[in-house]
């Protein structure tokens, strides 16, 4: 089947698009979500709920400042790691049960927050690696006899079908 589309109309319709897309683009990049939050400190570790059931990672992004929040949560928990030389749970423990703030730990360098953050950032992308494997290994043992779905991908303006 042929669509008799002017392409002249698509190139505009594709620069009006870029046009509307790109200022909210740009504003994504420089902030951040709650969920995109929560999953950073999922990623080094942080799991369980405080004293009134909240979960940690919750009651941690809640004592942030949603200013600060929006420009993420790795930095800021990075300084408190390095200045206090305590593992992610212990510090999450820790600003959960009200003993420090992260505005507590402004001043520690943001080389040494990176710092102290990598080693457990890279335990985290290891398990996200090990659960990869787990699932690609279990699926080449049960393989699909046909995709649950089509996947349509709108990707710069064209789109692709992808049955696998």
């Not at 089947?1 to 200022?23: G, Q």
């Not at 902030?31 to 941690?60: C, F, K, M, Q, W």
């Not at 004592?63 to 510090?91: D, K, M, S, Y």
């Not at 730990?105 to 990176?114: I, K, L």
Request: proline share 7%; aromatic share 4%.
């Amino acid at each position: 089947m042929e669509l008799r589309i002017d392409p002249t109309a698509v190139k505009r319709c594709r620069s009006l698009a870029s046009a509307v897309a790109a200022p909210v683009a740009a504003f994504i990049a420089g902030h951040s979500t709650v969920a995109v939050e929560r999953s950073v400190l999922r990623l080094l570790g942080i799991d369980g709920v405080g004293h009134d059931e909240i979960p940690l990672p919750n009651a941690i992004l809640d004592g942030l400042a949603p200013e600060r929040r929006g420009r993420g949560i790795a930095l800021p928990f990075g300084r408190a790691l390095a200045e206090t030389g305590l593992r992610p749970q212990e510090v999450a423990d820790a600003l959960a049960g009200g003993t420090w703030t992260l505005d507590a730990f402004d001043a520690v360098p943001e080389a040494a927050a990176r710092g102290a953050l990598a080693p457990f950032v890279e335990r985290g992308l290891e398990r996200v690696r090990a659960g990869r494997a787990r699932r690609e290994e279990r699926l080449a043992r049960h393989p699909q006899t046909q995709a649950p779905l089509l996947y349509v991908i709108v990707a710069s303006g064209n789109i692709y079908e992808d049955r696998s």
